[in-house]
């Protein structure tokens, strides 16, 4: 069952901050997320393996609620290199890893 | 490494053709999957492969696709004979499990059936 992402699409300005949910009705064990631009492949980004775990990556920093069943993707201070789609992936017991329908983000100057 | 090499990068073909698309995996990687990418349906797990065994191809939407890895550092994804909803961009993507340190996907196949 695929997570639900929100919000579907955002745009901001140069320097605002952001926040991507990802939400399942399963119980996880793992939450990735991933940068896809336009034309090109899905990178990416980084992996929460535990619950509670926060894991940041220069200004894209992520936590995982493992009793909330979510995880929320931050981008602080954004630069137009940040513009593109983001997807979540979740691992569940029972059920292979599968991608969420990914939130169109769009900095602009 | 050169990453996940993934050819052709586009392919256009007429209705009722074969389509063969081709994926080297990233060395060292044990875990290759086929995903298949639309507006329409985001990203779909076609099959994946584990240590080059089929482990789940409940994805592959109907008996006209075949997946084979047959050694480590090749798979090929075929459809025969194509129509055009297979029209999609296909991806394919490596990784190490147990330990996933996340997927490392190709440039994709954009894949047009006229």
């Known amino acids: 069952q695929q997570p639900v992402q929100s919000p579907q699409a955002v745009i901001l300005r140069e320097g605002e901050d952001a926040v991507i949910n990802c939400s399942s009705s399963k119980a996880l064990y793992s939450v990735h997320w991933y940068r896809q631009k336009h034309g090109e492949a899905p990178v990416f980004l980084m992996i929460l393996l535990k619950g509670g775990e926060q894991k940041g990556h220069e200004k894209i920093s992520a936590s995982f609620n493992e009793k909330k069943q979510q995880s929320s993707l931050y981008l602080t201070a954004s630069q137009l290199s940040y513009s593109g789609t983001y997807f979540c992936g979740t691992g569940s017991v029972g059920q292979n890893f599968v991608f969420g329908p990914g939130t169109r983000l769009s900095v602009l100057p | 490494d050169a990453g996940v090499i993934q050819s052709p990068r586009h392919e256009v073909t007429e209705m009722g053709q074969e389509v063969t698309l081709r994926c080297k995996p990233i060395?060292?990687?044990?875990?290759l999957f086929w995903y298949r990418q639309t507006m329409m349906r985001g990203l779909e797990l076609l099959i994946y492969?584990?240590?080059?065994?089929?482990?789940?191809d409940s994805g592959m939407p109907e008996d006209r696709f075949s997946a084979k890895m047959p050694n480590a550092s090749f798979s090929t994804l075929k459809i025969q004979p194509s129509e055009p909803r297979d029209s999609a961009v296909y991806f394919c993507a490596s990784t190490s499990l147990p330990n996933n340190y996340g997927y490392t996907f190709g440039s994709g196949t954009r894949l047009t059936v006229v």
């Open positions: 060395s060292g990687h044990n875990s």
């Open positions: 492969f584990n240590n080059n065994v089929p482990i789940d």
